[in-house]
């Protein structure tokens, strides 16, 4: 399990409530969601920089 992994399961999980995504790790992070099938699971806001921020998807549903 990769870093990113790690910390893209510990926010499913509940114990940690956002990863901040440089902007030159992003295709590398949106990848791994692609691949494993959490893109749904997630939220990501892009901030000012490039940087994003994923949140746990509360919804549920695709927004």
Same mark, same amino acid.
């Given at each position: 399990?990769?870093? !990113? %992994?790690?910390? @893209?399961?510990e926010?499913?999980?509940?114990?940690? %409530?956002?990863? &901040?995504?440089?902007?030159? %790790?992003? &295709? +590398?992070?949106?990848?791994?969601? @692609?691949?494993? /099938? !959490?893109?749904? $699971?997630?939220? /990501? $806001?892009?901030?000012?920089g /490039?940087? +994003? @921020?994923?949140r746990?998807?509360? +919804? /549920?549903? @695709? %927004?």
């Open positions: 399990m990769n870093e !990113w %992994e790690q910390k @893209i399961q926010l499913l999980d509940g114990s940690v %409530e956002e990863v &901040l995504v440089p902007k030159d %790790e992003f &295709l +590398t992070v949106r990848s791994l969601l @692609i691949d494993k /099938g !959490w893109m749904f $699971e997630v939220v /990501g $806001e892009a901030k000012h /490039g940087v +994003t @921020i994923y746990k998807n509360e +919804t /549920g549903s @695709i %927004e």
